[in-house]
Nanobody, 124 residues
Framework: QVRLVESGGGLVQAGGSLRLSCLAS????????MGWFRQAPGKEREFVAA????????YYSDSVKGRFTISRDNAKNTVYLQMSSLKPEDTAVYYC?????????????????WGQGTQVTVSS
């Protein structure tokens, strides 16, 4: 079992930056591909970014490409999401997820473990 705990969310003005962290504990492994998803009120959970187990590959949704950066520090069992140039439409609960594979996939159903989420609110 893998436990994921997100932190770093908050309220920020449009154009600002935030860094989210996801601390993994339990049966963690560098073989886990990790992802960030978000869910706004009334909307489905959507893919934001993901990183392979080796950290050799990263993937982003078109809506955040060029503004967000995903990274991982396997020594600290932590995955980060650096968010810049934030927009009001980035407002959502952000979730960290892990899957029992090195390979990154973008569908939420492909992930095996989830954190509780952290709220990000971007004011205009």
């Amino acid at each position: 079992q893998v436990r994921l705990v997100e932190s770093g969310g908050g309220l920020v003005q449009a154009g600002g930056s935030l860094r989210l962290s996801c601390l993994a504990s339990g049966r963690t492994s560098t073989r886990h591909a990790m992802g960030w998803f978000r869910q706004a009120p009334g909307k489905e959970r959507e893919f934001v970014a993901a990183i392979s187990g080796s950290a050799g590959s990263t993937y982003y949704s078109d809506s955040v490409k060029g503004r967000f950066t995903i990274s991982r520090d396997n020594a600290k069992n932590t995955v980060y999401l650096q968010m810049s140039s934030l927009k009001p439409e980035d407002t959502a609960v952000y979730y960290c997820a892990a899957r029992n594979s090195l390979v990154v996939l973008q569908g939420p159903d492909e992930y095996d473990y989830w954190g509780q989420g952290t709220q990000v609110t971007v004011s205009s």
